[in-house]
């Protein structure tokens, strides 16, 4: 069983900047995306930025040009680099990767953003 874990979220002013790292505790075979989701109180969840195998990469509007998704496959990790956070951007923010023929998911336990204004 492929386990996700996080690091690096917290408290944070406007304006300010985090790093979360989500790190597989082994090597998962066919990795098409490894992305980051947020859900805030009383909304769903919503995928923020995803990194394809191929590098492409994509990010919800909202976060263009403040956030960077990039990954490390020898340590089989994900990042994402967030500035000029807002806070709107305080969510529980969870790590996915998608692996398999058949885009299976994996999800890491999440990570609390909390960007007070």
């Given at each position: 069983q492929v386990q996700l874990v996080?690091?690096?979220g917290g408290l944070v002013q406007s304006g300010?900047?985090?790093r979360?790292?989500?790190a597989a505790s082994r090597s998962i075979f066919s990795i098409k995306a490894m992305g980051w989701y947020r859900q805030a109180p009383g909304k769903q969840r919503e995928s923020v930025a995803v990194i394809?195998?191929?590098g492409s990469?994509?990010?919800v509007d909202s976060v263009k040009g403040r956030?960077?998704?990039s990954r490390d496959n020898a340590k089989n990790t994900v990042y994402l680099q967030m500035i000029s956070l807002a806070p709107e951007d305080t969510a529980v923010?969870?790590?996915n990767v998608k692996a398999g023929s058949n885009w299976?998911?994996?999800w890491g336990q999440g990570t609390q953003v909390t960007v007070s204004s």
């Open positions: 996080e690091s690096g300010g900047s985090l979360l790292s989500c394809y195998s191929g990469t994509s990010y956030f960077t998704i923010y969870y790590c299976s998911n994996y």
